[in-house]
């Protein structure tokens, strides 16, 4: 069974920043893919940001497009987002997803981000 543990969340003040960290219990250098999903109340969960294998393929939507940054450390197992120009639109449950190479997809059990305007 894989784990994925989320760290970073937290209260930040509109335009502050965070980094969020998601290391997992398996090494991601043979990862499918893996990135940030986020669920606000009332809310469906959506992708932020992920990244792929190989050449590290980004994508991320386009309400956090120059804000956020998704980026891998394959020597710590870990992904970090890193948030800037926070809103408080920002403000949800992000949670941490990765899926290797012919294997279904893990969650992790998210983070609270709160930014108060």
């Known amino acids: 069974q894989v784990q994925l543990v989320e760290s970073g969340g937290g209260l930040v003040q509109a335009g502050g920043s965070l980094r969020l960290s998601c290391e997992a219990s398996r090494s991601i250098f043979s990862i499918n893919a893996m990135g940030w999903y986020r669920q606000a109340p009332g809310k469906q969960r959506e992708l932020v940001a992920v990244i792929a294998s190989g050449g590290g393929t980004t994508n991320y939507a386009d309400s956090v497009k120059g804000r956020f940054t998704i980026s891998r450390d394959n020597a710590k197992n870990t992904v970090y987002l890193q948030m800037n120009s926070l809103k408080p639109a920002d403000t949800a449950v992000y949670y941490c997803?990765?899926?290797?190479?012919?294997?279904?997809?893990?969650w992790g059990q998210g983070t609270q981000v709160t930014v108060s305007s």
């Open positions: 997803y990765a899926q290797w190479i012919l294997q279904r997809g893990y």
